[in-house]
């Protein structure tokens, strides 16, 4: 009756499953390639996805479910390689509904101070990977755990808490967000900056925002790559000597920077920087000399 039992579950954490494997799964999911560890080989020719865990042998040992790898990997029955899948990956992720028990607002009124739901210090161990510090996630009021993942308050420049960004680790959307909270009406992280402003730069995730503040720079994020109308009256209030928006590597990024520059071509100083090609978000780029050359070297439109 274990195959029965099973079939209920809808999501597995193939992370899980997968480190259980000692197959060293990248933490933020996508697709990777190993040397594949049902032959012997030198070069990389398997290739798993974490989150739909599927996974192929380009040498020819296979195709299929991770299920089918833990059997093959552990020369056991379906049912074995059932209950190990069972036993470290059994994870349902919870619904947005569960996590936000709050109603909706009306469009027009002012964001009310709401309650950050979360155990704030209860920083999930994955985020520790990707560089950022336990001192930056507590002073960004980090909380929640491994499972649910990475929540963060929002707060706005009267540093009332008006929101919060929930970052999960594998479920998808991997990004939930209060809901009664415009996206487009916050700039993430002003409530950190100083009272004057030299440069201000201006990042698409949360991440990217606390990944740079680490680094010394005065950043806000936009929780999303287009500039609002009313996030461009926000960079007005903060008054910023220059503007310098470090939107992702993707086609996302480059539409935003292009309307970002539009819409605030009368606000002064504004300017752009362009990331290495290998990498997806400023975050992505670790080393303080790095970094600093890369948003020193800024475009203007
Ligand atoms: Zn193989």
Redesign the pocket.
Known sequence: MISRKVSKIKNYDWYEILRALHLDPPIDGGEYQIT?P??D?RRP??SINVDTGKWI?F???GAGDIQLLVQLMKKSTRGEARTFIEQHGMYRIPKASELFKHERIEEDKPLPEIEFPFEKGRIPKWIYKRGISKESLIRWEAGVDDKAGLALPVRDADKRMIGWVLRQRVADPKYLYYPGMKKSQVLFGQHLLLKRVKTLYVVEGSLDAISLDQYGYPVVSLLGAMVSAAQVKLLRNIKAGKIVLVLDNDEAGQKGTKKGLTQLRDYGIVKYVKLPRHVKDVQEIQDANALEEVLNNTYSW
């Open positions: 594949c049902l032959h080989e020719s398997c042998c040498a020819g040992c």
